[in-house]
């Protein structure tokens, strides 16, 4: 047997509009960690990199918006999270930013930075000459040559220092000074 109801239609409209729909409320994404490496100061020459991680609370994929800047110069030096430096494009106590945006792309993001100081390289001596340097006497006049560079794009000053270091024959000494010009 089959019982069957009919209902009026203003009824079942009805119930369909006691129904209530919830909603999924987004929550923004949320920082793991940023770091800047190396962290004790790179040198004009190194590499630098950039490490950002963040989770999303409702499981969204997540896009990363990143840029290097060069604080001191107000320049933008990239926007991947490995930069290879050059004295171009930084110099001995250049604040270098790392800045990140995760966004969820439901209108939540996150976003921070890190920041690192690039250090003062000593220059070194490239080559080294002392003329003559076989059959030497007493009497014989010394010259000494050198060749310096600095990777901090520095000129360096040479100074030299003759010494005798012993009191029965001439040792050469030869110190260098080497000072990085901005």
């Known amino acids: ?79 991947t999270n490995v930069i290879e430096l050059n004295n171009d494009i930084a110099s001995p106590d250049d604040v270098l930013t790392c ?21 003062n390289t000593d220059p070194t001596i490239d080559e080294l000459t002392i003329t003559p340097n076989t059959d030497i006497t007493t009497s014989a006049s010394l010259y000494c040559s050198a060749v310096a560079s600095d990777i901090d794009g520095g000129d360096p000053n040479i100074n030299y220092i003759w010494n005798n270091l012993t009191t029965t024959g001439w040792r050469l000494r030869i110190s260098f000074w080497l000072h990085g010009i901005r």
């Open 1 to 79: 047997i089959m019982i069957r109801f009919l209902l009026p239609i203003s009824l079942v409209l009805s119930a369909c509009q006691d129904l209530e729909v919830e909603e999924e409320i987004n929550e923004p994404p949320y920082l793991l960690e940023i770091t800047v490496e190396p962290s004790d100061g790179p040198a004009t020459n190194e590499q630098i990199v950039c490490i950002a991680t963040a989770s999303d609370p409702n499981g969204d994929s997540l896009s990363i918006d990143l840029e290097w800047m060069n604080d001191t110069t107000n320049t933008s030096l990239g926007t």
């Open 99 to 119: 800045s990140v945006i995760f966004d969820d792309g439901k209108g939540g993001n996150e976003s921070d930075s890190d920041s690192l100081v690039v250090i």
